[in-house]
């Protein structure tokens, strides 16, 4: 057996090892305690603090928009928007990005994804490859962080023009909002295969 082929088999045989360690960890916080606390804080960001950042990003940018709402933007757009923002506003984006925005995907993704996995675990077999897809949904976090981490930069690095750090952000919006969509219907799928179930039985 070659050093490569080892090499590849440490790696697969790891990788292995942390999704099962990760469908475990899943599989314990998968409790309605932790579920329900989720979705309080999850309704507190919902309605109290992203609507009060996101009306003070509109009267700082004269409701040019905001970077994270739109599913893609291109370069010129992107600059468009940064530069309709005062000095005072893109400090306020920039630290709403770094606290707010840095928290909420941790909430909504784990929301999400324990919320799944308890759904998942009343009608798929434990041993299933179907138990692993909810893990998918955490994709959504890491797009949404790195989006963040480009929108910071562009913001911080203003009036100098990144193109391809805007085109990066705008692909990864893209993809969070595409995973978003699958997280949600990862989520109905398991209800509508609990709904069935039940009524089979």
Known sequence: MTADVI?????EEWGADMLAQL??????????????????????????VLPYGSSKLNDYSGSAGILDLRLSYTVEK???????????GRDFYVRFTLIAD???????SSFFGLLTTAIYRRVFAPQSWVQGLPLLIYLTLIFDYLEN????????????????????GSLFTTLKWTMAAVSVLLMLFGLIMLVIKRLRK
């Open 78 to 88: 992107a600059y468009s928007i940064i530069g309709a923002y005062s000095d005072a």
């Open 23 to 48: 469908r475990r960890t899943q599989e314990k916080l998968s409790m309605w305690q932790v579920i329900t606390g989720l979705f309080i804080v999850l309704l507190i960001i919902e309605f109290v």
């Open 7 to 11: 090499h590849y088999n440490l790696n």
């Open 149 to 168: 981490a480009c929108i910071v930069t562009m913001l911080t690095k203003y009036p100098d023009q990144i193109a391809f750090i805007a085109k990066a």
């Open 102 to 108: 840095f928290i909420y995907p941790i909430v909504y």
